[in-house]
């Protein structure tokens, strides 16, 4: 093969052309000539300063107008809401709340479907072989995450909405008070209250006015007193005791009273400190008048000078009797109980000397004109004639008996919580020795109960607990049996019939007044 012949990269060749070339022209025009002005003026330091500051202010009038955006359309209707007044913003949630209420009512209804049915439809076919026991069916539990640390300290039905109900947290543990709360549950909503309001101290009582039942009164810690408006939205007091009038210590328990002649709201509240006062809601304030001062009878200490000092006691429980509205009872922290007036505070009608440590509860009869129970820490319960001095009835529970009360259904039944975690619910009608149930509500030992309710048309029981959770519970037939005639249709309750069923249980220990029973 013949060697390939390299080529020279770098052979250039140089190549010229002449081109033609166009010929110059020339334009000329005259003008006159702009008018000329002199100018002079005197410069300082402090001129050009300020003309240098007013540079830098225009530069950074400009840079702020470039980075203000053009708002989209999103954003002009947001601005536009912002400007709008508040009434017309609300139209819109206003316009879909009863649908979403009603939406809310049915979800819960289908979570809560099995519950719902026991309530409405169960009943414990074993009671109709056993004769003298009954059982407790847990239905509803209300409970909320804000609550865990704080106990049920009162439980209240609202008057008007049979489902409704209002619960106060608080604490018992004298060390730590938290921020109180009042919260108002209904049954069709087990999973959140309908309405909450919350107070710098813990609630300890509260009560729901019977003929304005958006009212609500609660008893604080620190011996305050407010009364909240379920109406008002802003979830705020709208009356408040002032430091100079209230009480110097815990509000224990407070009842509202019927008008006066004048139509103002007034209540009824006892504390530790031991004062009774009347508290009447004028225009624009809340006014208070001490009814009297409870007074240890015998108990003298000396003062400093070595004058002699009246020892005030302590008030735990207040109630009214139903038919003498001058009329109420007093229990105290060293286990008395009072008999007082209204119209008559000097003194008292009557001392009972009734427990051996505090009162938590006194409740009058709803049917009985004379009859009251109490319970106390010392683990009793006791049933008085507030005609004798001696109680007709003791029932030993072998724990701290936290509340108890009557059933609006029977003038012989009645329950009540334990410190242990357990519901006792009586009917001395049955059986006057013995609970027709004693029913354990809490899994937890160290869980306690602190207080009991019944309502005034379905057969639900309530009970709170100190780990501020409520039960529901579902009395069993019989629980509240109902009178029949011979051929077992049910009779109408009422008031007399109720009165004397009472008074034959209670002629067997009238002659004997004290008659002692146990668990």
């Known amino acids: 093969m013949g060697e390939k012949k390299l080529t020279n990269k770098f052979n250039f060749s140089e190549r010229a052309s002449q081109t033609f070339n166009n010929p110059y022209r020339e334009h000329e025009t005259q003008t006159e000539p702009p008018p000329r002005v002199s100018f002079s003026a005197n410069l300082t330091q402090w001129e050009i300063s300020d003309a240098y500051q007013q540079d830098f202010e225009a530069q950074q009038r400009e840079k702020n107008k470039e980075k203000q955006k053009i708002p989209s359309k999103k954003e002009e209707e947001k601005i536009k809401k912002k400007n709008l007044p508040s009434e017309y913003q609300g139209n ?4 879909v709340a009863v649908a979403a209420k009603i939406l809310e009512r049915m979800v819960i209804q289908n979570s809560y479907d099995e519950i719902a049915q026991d309530f409405k439809y169960w009943e414990d076919n074993s009671d109709e072989f056993r004769h003298q026991e009954g059982t407790l069916l847990p239905l509803w539990r209300f409970a909320h995450d804000e609550m865990k640390k704080l106990a049920v300290t009162s439980i209240c039905w609202n008057p008007y909405y049979k489902d409704m109900f209002v619960v106060s947290y608080g604490s018992y543990n004298f060390t730590k008070q938290p921020q109180g709360v009042i919260s108002c549950y209904s049954l069709k909503n087990a999973s959140f209250p309908e309405y909450s309001f919350s107070a710098n101290y813990g609630i300890m009582c509260i009560d729901v006015h019977q003929s304005s039942p958006y009212l609500i009164v609660a008893g604080c810690y620190d011996g305050s007193v407010l009364v909240y408006d379920l109406r008002d939205q802003r979830g ?3 009356y408040y005791s002032s430091a100079l ?14 008008d006066d002649l004048d139509g103002n709201a007034n209540f009824v509240t006892i504390s530790s400190d031991g004062r009774v006062s009347h ?15 409870l007074r240890i009878p015998g108990a003298v200490a000396e003062g ?20 003498q509205e001058q009329m109420f009872l007093i229990g105290t922290e060293e286990g008395r109980i009072h008999k007082c007036l209204l119209t008559y505070s000097s003194q008292f009608l009557e001392t009972y000397d009734a427990h051996h440590m505090a009162v938590y509860r006194i409740q009058w009869n709803p049917y009985h004109p004379k009859i009251f129970i109490s319970c106390s820490a010392d683990w009793s319960i ?13 029932f030993d529970l072998r724990s701290t008996v936290g509340d108890v009360e009557w059933a609006p259904y029977s003038s012989t039944v009645f329950a009540a919580v334990t410190t242990d975690g357990k519901a006792h619910v009586y009917d001395l009608n049955v059986n006057k020795y013995a609970a027709l149930c004693s029913q354990a509500i809490v899994q937890k030992k160290k869980t306690k109960l602190t207080h009991i309710s019944f309502n005034k048309v379905y057969p639900i029981l309530l009970v709170g607990d100190d780990h501020g959770a409520v039960v529901s519970l579902k009395l069993s037939p019989n629980l509240r049996q109902v009178p029949k005639d011979k051929k077992g249709g049910e009779l109408a309750r009422t008031v007399e019939q109720e009165i004397m069923k009472l008074d034959k249980v209670l002629e067997v220990v009238r002659d004997s007044p004290k008659t002692e029973t146990s668990r």
């Open 304 to 323: 400093p000078d070595g004058t002699q000092l009246l020892t005030l006691g302590s008030g735990t429980a207040i109630d009214f009797h139903p038919k």
């Open 382 to 394: 006791k049933i008085w004639d507030h005609m004798l001095k001696e109680p007709l009835f003791t």
């Open 92 to 95: 819109d949630l206003s316009q």
């Open 245 to 258: 009038v209230k009480h110097a210590d815990p509000v224990w328990q407070t009842k509202w009273q019927k």
């Open 279 to 293: 508290w009447y809601i004028m225009k624009s304030e809340l006014t208070c008048t001490d009814v009297m001062q």
């Open 236 to 238: 705020l007091p709208v």
